[in-house]
């Protein structure tokens, strides 16, 4: 069996790698991980652009790397010029269907995990040779508090990741007390304040990128992070539940945004917050069920055992 190794995804300074949650997860059920050999700081341009070619195949290992097209072959360097990788991938959108389908087939990949299942049967049409996992997204719930009951809390409507502006315009909505993280295209706030502000936010929009980038998604609806976060902080969440999301959860845990008349739905909705408190209360259950990165590593873990992997586990 050949033996599986996590290997840890680089660390940018003074930003956050969603990427490492799910690697620590795989490390804390007793995975076998690897050290990551990423090149200097001044040869990541390279790194970026391009690739070495194939040296020598280590066939006794696997290395389970955790990657975007995007940054495809730094995300994989330099292991895919030395052992089967076996990628974990996000944000694999239709503009990059031609570059993965040309690395992967390049790189000789067996086994690809995505977590959108809509990009995965994409691919898998293109590379019917290839086993293909769908692993939805998740969190790392333990860093979420559940924070005050809704009518206790003092932000109206809490803005974090995407923009809403396209929804709410750029004024935001009259009358509430609206917070936004973003601003001028950096992220204004830190992780403490970001996990305070979640505490303490009735309400928040979260729509998939196929609705507020249609360009970009071109009809892949995927389930992102903020839902889980949302969800373990008691927000009540205002826009559309992806499928990957109600498939997991067995029910709606959003409140469907009506595009034609949003303004006045979010101010009747935080004017009648007590109400949505059961919601909320259970979306919070659920998200601690379904929504932590450990349960996914742990079913991935089966699955890769099932095609004849070693995972190392060691307990």
């Known amino acids: 069996m050949k033996r599986i190794e996590a290997i840890k995804p680089y660390q940018h300074k003074d930003s956050i790698n969603f990427k490492t949650t799910p690697y620590t997860a795989w490390e804390k059920l007793g995975g076998a991980t690897g050290k990551g050999f990423f090149p200097s700081r001044w040869l990541h341009g390279m790194a970026f652009r391009y690739e070495m070619p194939t040296l020598w195949r280590d066939e006794g290992t696997a290395k389970l790397m955790f990657v975007e097209p995007v940054s495809i072959t730094f995300d994989t360097f330099p292991y895919y010029a030395c052992n089967e990788v076996i990628p974990f991938i996000w944000d694999c959108w239709p503009q990059y269907y031609d570059r993965m389908e040309k690395w992967m087939r390049k790189h000789r990949i067996k086994t690809a995990i995505f977590t959108s299942r809509q990009e995965?049967?994409?691919?898998?049409?293109?590379?019917?040779?290839?086993?293909?996992?769908?692993?939805?997204?998740?969190?790392?719930?333990?860093?979420?508090?559940?924070?005050?009951?809704?009518?206790?809390?003092?932000?109206?409507?809490?803005?974090?990741?995407?923009?809403?502006?396209?929804?709410?315009?750029?004024?935001?909505?009259?009358?509430?007390?609206?917070?936004?993280?973003?601003?001028?295209?950096?992220?204004?706030?830190?992780?403490?304040?970001?996990?305070?502000?979640?505490?303490?936010?009735?309400?928040?929009?979260?729509?998939?990128?196929?609705?507020?980038?249609?360009?970009t998604a071109q009809g892949i609806e995927t389930l992102t992070q903020r839902y889980w976060e949302a969800m373990l902080s008691r927000i009540v969440i205002i826009g559309h539940a992806p499928k990957e999301l109600t498939e997991l959860t067995g029910y709606n845990p959003v409140v469907t945004l009506?595009?034609?008349?949003?303004?006045?739905?979010?101010?009747?909705?935080?004017?009648?917050?007590?109400?949505?408190?059961?919601?909320?209360?259970?979306?919070?259950?659920?998200?601690?069920?379904?929504?932590?990165?450990?349960?996914?590593?742990?079913?991935l873990m089966t699955r890769l055992g099932e095609l004849g992997y070693n995972i190392g586990r060691s307990n």
């Open 120 to 215: 995965m049967e994409a691919m898998q049409q293109r590379l019917p040779e290839i086993v293909m996992i769908h692993c939805p997204e998740a969190v790392d719930t333990s860093l979420y508090s559940q924070g005050k009951n809704l009518r206790d809390r003092d932000i109206d409507l809490l803005e974090f990741g995407r923009s809403n502006a396209k929804i709410v315009g750029a004024e935001g909505v009259e009358g509430i007390k609206h917070v936004t993280t973003y601003q001028d295209g950096r992220y204004i706030f830190s992780n403490e304040e970001l996990f305070d502000a979640m505490r303490n936010a009735k309400t928040t929009i979260c729509l998939p990128r196929s609705m507020t980038h249609p360009e």
């Open 258 to 299: 009506d595009m034609e008349n949003a303004q006045e739905q979010i101010r009747d909705v935080i004017r009648n917050i007590e109400k949505y408190q059961d919601l909320a209360d259970k979306n919070r259950v659920t998200a601690l069920t379904n929504g932590d990165w450990k349960k996914r590593m742990d079913q």
